[in-house]
């Protein structure tokens, strides 16, 4: 299945056909090869060389079931040094192949290549494969479709068609470019000139009317939508004009079904809907609406990306002129349709698929997250919130640093001096009210950090926004765990009475999950993964600046229970 064709929705029948037609006996093995080169592509009337894999924008469908054996030979044919992520797969002792550079692997360098070799297991549903080292995601991006296992069915009615769409970003310049000169100068980067779906922008930009993404549908069926937010720095409302959608799956882990007319996915974040579409022709077109949640300070790309939903007449040509359905969205900065929207996330928690929330909590962590400043270096002037400051970011006021080799090859071969430390802290060094006055010293320490947990830990975990800098959105990826969203409110968490509200039965479980803007999130995970785990924000400027940390998983003492030794192929810094 190497060089995959192009993303389409008949791309996607073909290759969902294909992989019932291989059989695909209890853990199959599937084989892809991952070409990283350059690739022209032309937006907005601007050609631009960007990095893509296979030469496809967005890449290329990784497809298997559940149970599977995944191998993925990754070539780089480009000067940038690239690494891939598998977002969302549990990585269950494979941790070599979960992808961020210098935390679980070295990035694979020019003219070399690696092979990632993972099991799929426990997982189905919707996740995608990025790029994990500074900016690179922007293009080099892609869809995971994990199908049931043979003769399983989804617990939703079966469609009559699986459609992926793909939100991202697009950038005139070079993103690589863009968050090197912001790092130098300190303060925000550029932000995109356009959303995409699929990687077409749409009819509001200018030069931009043909490269509109179109969805032709038949009356009186059902669709089943998987819904990718791969934008680089922005959450995403998202709508289909006049249609209501039923959500059936999160971050690939089914949920109770409930109807909504508009969405929101934070970066990282996966969605499956069911789209019924009208019983009869309607004689109109229905636009599909992307546009960002903002709650931020910073300048942001307040466009928004259209595409249109055509129904297909049986009988006849449609009309030449049909009427436009609008689409309508939330405000930018709607935190209370954000708030309402994610409490309606539950597991389905049955026999079929349960909720195994931890029943006991084994340790407690209480993280702050936001933004900061770093001190400009000396005889310099910067364009952070004053001319003396760089922006920054933290946890626990914590700005991680990256170190120069990979983490998990440090721990794995003893060398951890120089590398890393296990002193992260556990809790804010000092406690301040979080979400109220801002401070007057808003800088923020450096350092490769690490929390040490042994292995089958339960951990509950609250993060807290501050208002240092202002009150923002923070959606937090955890790697290699799923874990539930246990609670979640605005102003500080109160460790009396907010846990009181925890939701332990049907709490919904993902892999990333937006910390509310000057709010907090409570989250449940059991640490049964032995590794080296990243935790960041998945809005890539707020990696950039520090907002970050990793979580150390010793071994535990079953065979299936240790991390596999390093492949041989694993590449060096």
Known sequence: MAETSHLSSMAMLFISFFVVLMGNAEGETRHYTFNIRYHNVTRLCHTRTILSVNRRYPGPPLVAREGDRVIVKVVNHVANNVSIHWHGIRQLTTGWSDGPSYVTQCPIQTNQSYIYNFTITGQRGTLLWHAHISWLRATIHGPIIILPKLNQSYPFQKPHKEVTIILGEWFNEDPEAIISQALKTGGGPNVSDAYTINGLPGLLYNCSSKDTYKLKVKPGKTYLLRLINAALNDELFFTIANHTLTVVEGDAIYTKPFDTDKLLITPGQTTNVLLKTK???????????????????????????????????????????????????????????????????????????????????????????????????????????????????????????????????????????????????????????????????????????????????????VMQDTSILGAESHPLHLHGFNFFVVGQGFGNFDPVKDPAKFNLVDPMERNTAGVPAGGWIAILFLADNPGVWFMHCHLDVHTSWGLKMAWLVLDGPEPNQKLQPPPSDLPQC
């Open 279 to 461: 019983p009869e022709y309607p004689n109109a077109t229905f636009l599909i609406a992307a546009r960002p949640y903002s709650t931020g300070q910073g300048t942001f790309d307040n466009s928004t990306t259209m595409g249109v939903l055509e129904y297909e007449h049986p009988f006849k040509k449609p009309s030449k002129n049909p009427i436009l359905i609008q689409p309508n969205l939330p405000q930018i900065n709607d935190t209370q349709f954000v708030s309402n929207f994610t409490m309606k996330f539950r597991s389905l928690a049955n026999d079929e698929f349960p909720a195994n929330v931890p029943k006991t909590v084994d340790k407690r962590f209480f993280f702050t997250v936001g933004l900061g400043t770093s001190p400009c270096p000396k005889n310099t002037t910067c364009q952070g919130p004053t001319n003396s400051t760089k922006f920054a970011a933290s946890v626990n006021n914590v700005s991680f640093t990256l170190p120069s080799v990979a983490i998990l090859q440090a721990y794995y071969f003893g060398q951890s001096n120089g590398v890393y430390t296990t002193d992260f802290p556990v809790e804010p060094m000092v406690p301040f009210n979080y979400t109220g006055i801002a401070l007057n010293n808003t800088n923020v320490m450096n350092g490769t950090r690490t929390v040490v947990l042994p292995f089958n830990t339960s951990v509950e975990l």
